[in-house]
Every structure is written in structure tokens, then in C-alpha cells.
């Protein structure tokens, strides 16, 4: 459904998860389909990305969050801008789907579409 909000977890235990990685793969399903996404905690703030590069589709699990701002893709090195998902160096030209995050009633929510 569109611009549906979809739980991701308790504030309190997406924190304590923080406080040992810095990023978390979610697979979440949608009106039959599934999304990978990779959320990330910088600064404080949870942010949602596509996992997968826009360069050569390579996952974006094992990216290193740079400056706590930009994701380098582990293929080949292209950078992200976490807060906007844009592309910020090559060999990437496109940006990744950053997606909506809210919190409410101390839970996490996401908009896939
Ligand atoms: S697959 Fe990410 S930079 Fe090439």
C-alpha cells in the first residue's frame, strides 16, 4: 500500500543494537515484493538507504561509513551522502533510494514507496 508506515522496531532496541554496528540489513516485504534496506545510525539520527549500489548493484552491507556521513560501497569505492542518498564520487553517478524514517509512540516507522 502506498505511503504506508511500517514498523521497524522500539527506539530502545534498535539503540541498544546501535551501540555495537554502526548499520543493520533489513528485509522488509511489501505488496509482494521485498526491499532490502540498510539503516544506519550517525550522529544520533537513523537514516534509510537502499541496499544496493547504483553503480554495479553491489550490496551495501559491509559499507564504511566515512566522516559519519558518507557510505563507501566495498565493490568499488564510490561515495553516498547518507542524508540525501546522493552520489557524491565515482565510479557512481546515480543516487541509492534514501527512504522516509519516523518515530512515534517510541517506535520506528519506514515508507517504502
Ligand atoms: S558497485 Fe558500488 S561502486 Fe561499483
Known amino acids: 500500500m502506498r505511503n504506508e508506515w511500517i514498523k521497524i522496531a522500539s527506539l530502545d532496541e534498535l539503540n541498544t543494537y546501535f551501540q555495537e554496528t554502526p548499520s543493520l540489513v533489513l528485509d522488509i516485504e511489501q505488496d509482494g515484493s521485498t526491499f532490502s534496506v540498510l539503516l544506519i545510525k550517525a550522529d544520533g539520527e537513523f537514516h534509510a538507504l537502499e541496499n544496493r549500489c547504483s553503480h554495479d548493484n553491489a550490496g551495501m552491507e559491509t559499507a564504511k561509513l566515512l566522516d559519519g556521513r558518507f557510505l563507501q560501497c566495498p565493490r568499488h569505492g564510490a561515495k553516498f551522502d547518507i542524508h540525501s542518498g546522493n552520489a557524491v564520487s565515482m565510479p557512481a553517478k546515480a543516487p541509492i533510494k534514501k527512504y522516509p524514517l519516523k518515530e ?6 519506514i515508507q517504502l514507496n
Open 104 to 109: 512515534e509512540d517510541a517506535l520506528l516507522f
